[in-house]
């Protein structure tokens, strides 16, 4: 059986201004968006969780 492909998964967050204020900016320093900035934040967030989260799955 050929692997599956790789599906993304789309979410909604609500942010505070100030948070959106300052993913902002740093996008902007970056010249990225502010979802790729997000995605590398969660990327972050879940390796210094691993263990949390290999139970959870």
């Known amino acids: ?3 599956r492909p790789k ?3 789309r979410t909604s967050v609500i ?3 100030e ?3 300052r993913l902002k900016k740093i996008a902007d320093k970056q010249d ?3 979802a790729w900035v997000v995605r590398q934040a ?3 967030y879940l ?3 691993a263990d ?3 139970e959870a799955a």
Do not use: G, R
Request: proline residues 8%; aromatic residues 4%.
């Open 42 to 44: 969660v990327e972050i």
């Open 19 to 21: 948070q959106h204020i």
């Open 7 to 9: 599906k993304d998964y």
């Open 47 to 49: 390796a210094q969780n």
């Open 32 to 34: 990225v968006s502010i």
């Open 15 to 17: 942010l505070s201004e």
């Open 1 to 3: 059986m050929p692997p």
């Open 52 to 54: 949390n989260t290999k």
